[in-house]
């Protein structure tokens, strides 16, 4: 590292240096910092009311939340959304990257049609998805029911309704992850592999042994990506489901704009803000932890 | 992963694997451009000789003001690039090439944004803009995604590749730090700039929460907004017209993307690795 002799070299003049930060800052601070910190300070007071002002409340919210059981089943269904996108997407864009990191017939055309679903917005891929779980004509349904199963109503029945918002996670994320896997594939150096098949290593343990391990530090990045994805992906259940049926698609922030934009309780959307931004502060800590253990790889 | 010993037949099968699985991924879109190009009646019937038809598109156009949205989500994303870029460049300078007192810790502090992003802040944004007296306005969309820390960073890392001889060789003819950077730095980041962009237009056309949440009019709503009003008005389920809405409001992103595919996805690779 010479970014100590770099820093030498830097300008030492305090208010141009202040001066260019400070438009970016400042709206940083309203935005980002503000918000954090008002989200915290909200968590503790009632909400307005007609003629009577907010009046601190201590732990009154916290105490709500742990008795309300949608708030923990939110917490339940995004801890199971999360375990069903991340492992699958990653595995899923390691499998792309694979596949069109070859000669292929087509290959633009095949990596296009991994990569597509990641251009669309959320809301149109939503709109899509709804249209294939459709009750009667959805293509599920046609698809069921050309291999001889009954049809079935996907997004209404509690028991398939939070997979069924996971699997269109996965299709929506999975390409965006592909691209990471398959810049880091093609920098890898071409004579392990020769020298692997010269070893006569089967492709199965030269994956696991050499291509895996290499791919780790792109499988961090994807990682803590998918983790935060997984928490703030809720453009789907607003036109899927509505955290429905029976709250079986409830996610935390969902319920964080329901609470806060439909029942305008916000106070209580802030306590319930503050479980969502540890979370988030959990894995920037986890990230930084784990960045710092595998310096010796660089 | 090019192993030499390779047989024949395990690459004709990860062929096969590799295009299975695109037809599998590409099956949702196709089936949405089938219901969107046909009469409602064989929407859901895969009958080939089903006649092709524009007026699901028409009808659309016509039964709701997306021109409007169209002309907002064009304003909301280029009112967001232009100030994103103007902030990003200086602080990013600032970052790159200055030693100002606190700047380590303000880093951090910037770099803090990628995990507690505006999308779980939403309720106090929402009180702000609320006592700034800007709800249902474009720019409220826009204003908490101003300062970027992704941006900020990633303007600083460029900026700090940039050999500090060219930056000497201006200040020696005279030049100020902004018009050293208008003139050095700027123009030797193009491509970083044009990456950036691409990333940032798809986010904003395609955000949907933040935008739902802060307007309430027309003359505001972004076209995701629309969709889903649209979607979930009470023309009835007809998915031959919102698979077509859909299509449409996601058509300029599309079809930019299959024209520029390549540099598309250089540029998410290039803001993804940092």
């Known amino acids: ?298 | 992963m090019t192993v030499a010993h390779d047989s024949r037949a395990q690459r004709a099968l990860e062929t096969v694997a590799a295009w299975l699985l695109a037809v599998l991924w590409a099956l949702p879109l196709l089936y949405a451009a089938w219901a969107a190009f046909h009469d409602s009646g064989d929407s859901a019937r895969f009958d080939l000789a089903a006649p092709l038809t524009w007026k699901n598109f028409v009808y659309v156009w016509g039964a709701a003001p997306f021109p409007t949205y169209f002309l907002n989500t064009f304003l909301l994303v280029t009112l967001i690039i232009v100030v994103q870029f103007t902030l990003s460049t200086l602080a990013g300078y600032a970052f790159a090439r200055f030693r100002f007192p606190g700047r380590d810790l303000m880093f951090v502090l910037v770099l803090l944004q990628l995990m507690i992003m505006p999308d779980v802040l939403i309720v106090e944004n929402y009180r702000t803009l609320n006592a700034m007296g800007l709800i249902d306005t474009i720019v409220a969309i826009g204003m908490p995604y101003f300062g970027s820390a992704f941006g900020i960073f990633l303007m600083r890392q460029t900026f700090k590749a940039i050999p500090r001889e060219l930056d000497d060789a201006a200040r020696i003819e005279g030049a100020g730090s902004l018009l050293t950077l208008w003139k050095v730095y700027v123009p030797l980041a193009k491509p970083v700039y044009l990456a950036y962009g691409l990333v940032s237009v798809s986010y904003h056309w395609n955000n949907f929460l933040w935008p739902l949440i802060v307007t309430n009019s027309v003359s505001s709503r972004p076209l995701t907004v629309g969709l889903q009003i649209f979607s979930s008005g009470d023309q009835g389920i007809d998915w031959s017209i919102i698979t077509a809405a859909t299509l449409l409001s996601a058509g300029p992103l599309l079809v930019a993307f299959l024209l520029f595919q390549r540099q598309f996805v250089q540029s998410f690779l290039r803001a993804g690795i940092r």
Do not use: C
């Open chain 1, 1 to 298: 590292m010479n970014d100590r002799n770099a820093a030498n070299d830097d300008l030492a003049s305090p208010w141009v240096g202040w001066g260019l930060f400070l438009p970016a800052a400042a709206f940083l601070a309203v935005f980002t910092y503000y918000p954090a910190l008002a989200t915290l300070y909200h968590s503790f007071f009632s909400n307005e009311k007609a003629g009577r002002p907010a009046r601190f409340v201590g732990l009154d919210n916290y105490a709500a939340m742990i008795d309300d059981p949608i708030f923990w089943q939110a917490l339940k269904n995004n801890g199971w959304f999360a375990l069903g996108t991340i492992p699958a997407s990653i595995a899923l864009a390691i499998v792309m990257a694979l596949l069109v990191n070859r000669a292929l017939p087509g290959r633009a055309l095949v990596r296009m049609s991994y990569f597509a679903p990641t251009i669309l917005a959320m809301v149109a891929v939503a709109n899509i998805w709804l249209f294939i779980f459709a009750p009667q004509i959805g293509l599920m349904n046609q698809i069921v029911g050309a291999l001889g199963g009954m049809p079935h109503n996907w997004l209404g029945q509690p028991d398939t309704a939070l997979a069924s918002v996971t699997a269109v996670a996965i299709w929506k994320e999975a390409g965006f992850f592909m691209i990471f896997y398959l810049a880091a594939l093609q920098n890898m150096p071409a004579n392990l592999a020769e020298a692997a098949a010269i070893e006569g290593a089967s492709r199965w343990y030269y994956f696991w042994k050499v291509t895996f391990p290499l791919l780790m530090p792109t499988t961090l990045f994807v990682l803590v990506n998918a983790v935060v994805n997984a928490f703030r992906m809720v453009d789907h259940i607003i036109i899927m489901t509505k955290g429905g049926p029976d709250n079986a698609t409830m996610l935390l922030l969902y319920y964080v704009y329901e609470t806060g934009f439909k029942y305008w309780d916000t106070t209580y959307a802030a306590a319930m803000s503050m479980v969502l931004l540890v979370i988030l502060a959990v894995v920037a800590v986890g990230q930084f932890v784990i960045l710092d253990r595998r310096t010796h790889y660089r």
